[in-house]
């Protein structure tokens, strides 16, 4: 059973960072492409940004120069970080696959707020 552990998520003053984690167990991890969603108020689930198994990655537009995806398949592990955060990117962020195909962990809140 694949398990998916996000944390790092915080209470942020907008222009803030923030460096979220998600730790994968029980499934081969470094031959997925691996994502990042959200769930913001008002919208259903999106993906922020996805990784390849070595460094290649893809952002959505409303994170694109902002947001950096990382991966360490030594440890199991995918990191967000986050910069110049701004009160839209308040939210609820999941890890899973790009696909997604794994049940979903419990997610980690951001808040944007001044």
């Known amino acids: 059973q694949v398990q998916l552990v996000e944390s790092g998520g915080a209470l942020v003053q907008p222009g803030g960072s923030l460096t979220l984690s998600c730790v994968v167990s029980?499934?081969?991890?470094?031959?997925?492409?691996m994502g990042w969603y959200r769930q913001t108020p008002g919208k259903e689930r999106e993906l922020v940004a996805t990784?390849?198994?070595?460094?290649?990655?893809k952002y959505a537009d409303f994170v694109k120069g902002r947001f950096t995806i990382s991966r360490d398949n030594r440890k199991n592990t995918v990191s967000l970080e986050m910069n110049s955060l701004n009160v839209e990117d308040t939210g609820v962020y999941y890890c899973?696959?790009?696909?997604?195909?794994?049940?979903w962990g419990q997610g980690t809140q951001v808040t944007v707020s001044s």
């Open positions: 990784i390849y198994g070595g460094r290649d990655a």
């Open positions: 029980g499934g081969i991890f470094s031959l997925y492409i």
């Open positions: 899973n696959t790009a696909s997604p195909s794994w049940p």
